[in-house]
Each structure stands twice: as structure tokens, then as C-alpha cells.
């Protein structure tokens, strides 16, 4: 019997490997794929609105599953990809798990976003300008797991995760054992500040497949968002899971049994959920 597949997609400045527990949890249901790293093939570029990003998933879809619908599952910039790609082909999408890409309600919070992208407010107030200062150079891989174990925003990470993310998330320079970010900084920039201005609206007219979405309780993206155009779009299949926005990296497991439950959802089964 053959299994559904799964293609996955990162978030922002994180490469496919570091959500290996997550993705490790559900191989044994899903035949799971992922692009790597999003937006580093030069023939899909960084652009406004993520059109080649999206294309690259697409193409993707095309190329590698030759027309067959599969479930796409997406966390932060990896669920507004899926969704992207949704709309645009969804012949080759069964449905889309959302995992904390909140989709921005049109209205006073879409206008402030546009008015800070404009003024660099945005850059200031997002991770954008946090990426611009990152170091992203250490001498050694126990140098660079310090670094990141040392810092409030990894304390809450599942360790297995947090050493996924320097054996896939840093990669060797070639001089010695030093290492290197492995999603390029000015890239992950880029991203930040190219979000595609009309995917709230398009997708509030209708999405052609079932969404679900899996929302952090303490998720600070999801309230500046806003979360009525999202209950919009997903209806009823919403669920809320301990954690911040990176409840992927800190509840891994637990993340794998909600993505479970929520394919099941959309396929109209029901089973006993095993998220918290």
C-alpha cells in the first residue's frame, strides 16, 4: 500500500533538516519531502510578492510527483507558500496544514504593514532587522551550539531539535571546522521584507482545497496578524497548541500528532487526537 505523500515547508531561516524530529514523527504515515532551503535556487529568486518562491514549490509539485495531488504542510513562510501554491495549482494539492501562518486581516492591520514596509518601520519592528546583525560565522560546531544554547529564544527548543539546527540550519565553510549559516542572511532578509501584499484577499475568496491551521497559544505573529481572516479561510479546523510561534522547534512530537490529526480532518476521518 502506498502512503500519501507529505511535501513540507521551512520557515524562514530554516532549512528542511532542522524539522527532522517533526518530519521523522510522521515517515512512518506520509512519504515526506521537502525542498531544503526555499529561495536559494537562483532560477527562483527572492522577489515582491514570493512569486518565484511560490513557482519553485509549484514546479516542484509538477516535476517531482508528475500531477499527483499531495498534502502540503507548511510552518511560518512555508505555510504561506503552500497555500500560495494551492491557489495556483491546485490540481497537484490535496489540502494545506497551515502551522502558525497567519494570514493578515485586510483592513487597518494590512495598511500598517504596507505603511511600514514603506517607512522601514517594519524592518525595525519584525525579524528582518534582527536577521541584518546576525552573526553567522563560528569557529567550530561546539562554538556555534553555545552560541545558540546561550540565547533566551532557543531556551524553550527540544534539544534534538536545537542540535538539528546546527548540523543542518550551519554548514562548513571548507576552512578548517569553522561553519556558516547555511540559509543565507541577505536572503532570509529579503524574505522578510517582500510578503506578498494580496494573499489575504485572494485567499479569502476561496481556496479550491481543505486548510487547516495550527496556531501557537503564544504566538506573537498571530496577534499582530490578527486571526479573523484566517478562521476565514480554515473554518473549523483550527487548533491552538502550546508554545510560541517556533512550537514546531520547542513541542516537536506534539507538533507531528496535530499535523496527523488535522490531515485526518481534512479528509473527512476522525481519530483520537494526541496533541496537547
Avoid at 247 to 269: I, K, Q, S
Wanted: proline share 7%; hydrophobic share 40%.
Amino acid at each position: 500500500m502506498t502512503r500519501d505523500i507529505l511535501h513540507f515547508s521551512h520557515g524562514n531561516g530554516f532549512p528542511a533538516g532542522v524539522y527532522r524530529k517533526l518530519l521523522g514523527a510522521l515517515a512512518d504515515e506520509y512519504d515526506v519531502r521537502a525542498i531544503d532551503r526555499i529561495g536559494h535556487d537562483p532560477h527562483y529568486p527572492v522577489t515582491p510578492g514570493w512569486r518565484y518562491l511560490r513557482d519553485e514549490l509549484v514546479d516542484t509539485l509538477t516535476r517531482q510527483y508528475r500531477g499527483e495531488p499531495v498534502w502540503l504542510v507548511g510552518h511560518s513562510l512555508g505555510g504561506f507558500l503552500s497555500l500560495m501554491a494551492a491557489l495556483k495549482a491546485p490540481q497537484s494539492v490535496r489540502g494545506v496544514v497551515l502551522i502558525d501562518s497567519p494570514i493578515v486581516t485586510p483592513g487597518w492591520r494590512t495598511q500598517m504593514l504596507r505603511l511600514g514596509l514603506l517607512t522601514g518601520l517594519y524592518e525595525r519592528m519584525s525579524p528582518a532587522g534582527v536577521t541584518k546583525r546576525r552573526r553567522d560565522h563560528w569557529p567550530d560546531w561546539e562554538t556555534a551550539w553555545q552560541h545558540f544554547a546561550g540565547k533566551p529564544a532557543f531556551a524553550g527548543w527540544d534539544p534534538d531539535v536545537l542540535r538539528d539546527y546546527i548540523d543542518c540550519g550551519t554548514m562548513p565553510t571548507g576552512e578548517g571546522e569553522a561553519r556558516r549559516l547555511a540559509f543565507a542572511r541577505d536572503i532570509e532578509y529579503r524574505i522578510y521584507l517582500t510578503l506578498p501584499p494580496r494573499l489575504a484577499v485572494r485567499a479569502m475568496r476561496g481556496v479550491p482545497v481543505p486548510v487547516g491551521f495550527l496556531a501557537g497559544t503564544e504566538s506573537r505573529e498571530l496577534r499582530q496578524a490578527g486571526i479573523g481572516a484566517t478562521r476565514r479561510i480554515v473554518g473549523t479546523h483550527l487548533r491552538y497548541l502550546r508554545g510560541t510561534h517556533l512550537f514546531p522547534m520547542e513541542r516537536p512530537l506534539e507538533t507531528a500528532n496535530a499535523v496527523r490529526d488535522m490531515l485526518a480532518e481534512l479528509r473527512g476521518e476522525r481519530r483520537r487526537s494526541l496533541a496537547a
